[in-house]
């Protein structure tokens, strides 16, 4: 077992630079005509395939927190993780069928643009301002921060600066083509990803069941895990009694069972596929039926992702607990990278190249949606209100690099303290705080005409509160018992609610703050989007996709229940 690097693990990495740098430069080349036009840049309108869409969709998603740390979930959880990818499936689903008709009908292009459509300028200019601080100092830099890190480890652990320039180097080549080079690229950095994960996987599975005596069979590993941590393959995590551990508290305060599928889980997943420029952005320059195919492809490929950044965290804990993995470099987030030392040479670097991938590709598209909102939404808007397409497409230029630049710099020395919580955790903790009153603001805004501008920022302002309130607040002004939730001690001398509930509790109190706000308003609202029924039929394909995807789903809860 070779934990870093060689030559002919260095030597399929250029091979997968290269061609995906090549293939990227004649997708540019043959767009080179619209170069100036900022609609074609940003949005590639009109061109991009459903299988483009859906791969650029995965591409965007998973990243190295998907890879480092849901797989470390994994190590501590178990399968019960994969309920973020498969309830991601339904929500894609739900996207594809009630929100991107919405979308498309009312010509939104950028999410700020969606709330200045159907709510007001200010309420657009908060959001935006917003989104570009959370994508630039919280996505951009865990991303590139966690990548670096994991592919630092596996070089030697002497290159970390020198690996961050590269994956945003690396980036920024793809990110100045726009968004139809982000998006073509995109399919072979899936293609790599699923690949090189899948290939990961395959060996975790097999070096479990040679270690246990098995032989090296990937279908007698899997039975090997099952064996030896039965506990690992439960969908649902048991609330905790008077007598349970600390780990089993932890546990359930990171996916308190049942109570994740009541509300906290679909608001992270509804908010992220729903209402998130990076994501969207790829359907919205697209037709319905093309945008609605390229989304359920990408809740078909959703269903395959526990697979590539899940198991090898519950391979990593059986040897770890048998004594086969003796160490694991920075705790449950290593368990990916320790099991990528047990690959053959060649192969080692085909997986670093699914990482690598998926890193970039998400740079990429980050950078990109950056750019879209501070061109389209800020300086057109405020700063240079007569910018020519040629000059919109330079300032977004512009903002790509600004915002490469700012992500290196503050990652540099890890000026934000990625590290000392956790990229994953980084992640969960900014967001989440923001998700139950950005969702509630886009929910009322679709369906419900009588939501007003006042009720939207109201929505926003008091879904952050409440979620501060129940996050950090709640068992100090109400006790650790009440009728609505149980707070556990969190092993740190104090007592915590668990996320989920957290974000289903603020996101409730703020729908129904919102729907009071709005009764006393106006009536009448005259920015109330006209929803017309017709535009959310669906085509015989389109429904045949949706049931093969919900049986898929069921089969597989049905199974590890």
């Excluded at 090549?22 to 609609?39: F, M, P, Q, S």
């Excluded at 990243?63 to 019960?80: D, K, V």
């Excluded at 690396?170 to 139809?180: D, E, H, R, T, Y």
């Excluded at 078909?300 to 160490?327: D, E, F, S, W």
């Amino acid at each position: 077992m070779n934990k870093n690097l060689e030559f002919a693990d260095y030597a399929v990495f250029i091979i997968y630079f290269i061609i995906v740098s090549l293939y990227g430069y004649t997708i540019y080349r043959k767009r080179e005509k619209n170069e100036h036009d900022a609609k074609a840049y940003f949005l590639a309108e009109g061109t991009l395939t459903w299988w483009a869409i859906g791969a650029s969709l995965i591409a965007s998603n998973i990243s190295a927190e998907q890879f480092i740390g849901m797989s470390g979930e994994g190590f501590f959880l178990g399968i019960a993780v994969a309920a973020y990818e498969w309830v991601a499936a339904i929500a894609l689903i739900i996207v594809a069928v009630w929100f991107i008709p919405v979308y498309l009908k009312n010509k939104i292009y950028t999410m700020p643009q969606f709330l200045k459509t159907r709510y007001n300028e200010s309420t657009a200019l908060i959001m935006a301002v917003f989104w570009l601080f959370l994508y630039v100092f919280v996505n951009l830099t865990s991303i590139l921060y966690l990548g670096a890190v994991a592919i630092n480890g596996l070089a030697g652990g002497e290159y970390l600066h020198a690996i961050m320039i590269g994956l945003a180097f690396f980036a920024l080549i793809i990110s100045l083509g726009g968004m139809k080079v982000v998006a073509y690229t995109d399919v072979i950095q899936v293609a790599v990803l699923i690949i090189g994960g899948l290939a990961t996987s395959y060996i975790a599975l097999t070096t479990v069941g040679h270690y246990f005596g098995f032989g090296e069979n990937a279908i007698a590993g899997f039975k090997v895990l099952m064996r030896e941590a039965p506990e690992h393959f439960k969908m649902i995590i048991p609330r905790p009694t008077a007598t349970s551990s600390q780990l089993e508290i932890n546990k359930y305060l990171t996916f308190p069972g049942i109570l994740s599928y009541l509300a906290g889980i679909w608001i992270i997943n509804l908010n992220y596929w729903g209402c998130n420029q990076y994501i969207t952005q790829r359907a919205l320059g697209a037709d319905l039926q093309t945008a609605r195919t390229g989304i359920l492809f990408a809740g078909i490929l959703k269903l395959l992702m526990p697979v590539i950044v899940m198991l090898p965290g519950i391979a990593a804990y059986v040897l770890y607990q048998n004594g086969h993995l003796t160490q694991l470099v920075g705790g449950k987030d290593g368990a990916y990278s320790a099991m990528l030392t047990f690959l053959p040479t060649g192969l080692k670097g085909l997986s670093v190249a699914a990482l690598t991938a998926a890193i970039v590709a998400s740079l990429a598209g980050k950078v990109n949606s950056i750019s879209t909102i501070y061109t389209l939404d800020v300086h057109k808007k405020y700063i240079q209100k007569g910018a020519s397409d040629r000059t919109q497409v330079n300032i977004g230029r512009y903002a790509v690099f600004a915002a490469m630049l700012l992500a290196v710099l503050f990652t540099w020395d890890d000026v934000l303290g990625i590290g000392g919580v956790g990229g994953f955790t980084y992640i969960q903790k900014y967001t989440g705080f923001i998700s139950p009153g950005v969702f509630a603001m886009f929910f009322l805004g679709m369906f419900w005409k009588r939501t007003t501008g006042t009720a939207a920022i109201v929505g926003v302002i008091s879904g952050f509160l409440l979620s501060v309130l129940f996050n950090e607040y709640a068992p100090i002004l109400f006790g650790n018992e009440t009728l609505l939730y149980t707070a556990w001690p969190n092993g740190k001398g104090g007592f915590e609610i668990p996320f989920h509930i957290c974000m289903g509790l603020s996101f409730v109190f703020t729908m129904l703050l919102m729907i009071a706000v709005s009764f006393a308003g106006p009536k009448v609202n005259p920015k109330a989007f006209e929803l017309d029924t017709t535009m959310f039929k669906l085509k015989p394909q389109t429904t045949v996709l949706i049931i093969i995807t919900l049986l898929i789903i069921f089969a597989l809860y049905a199974k590890f229940w």
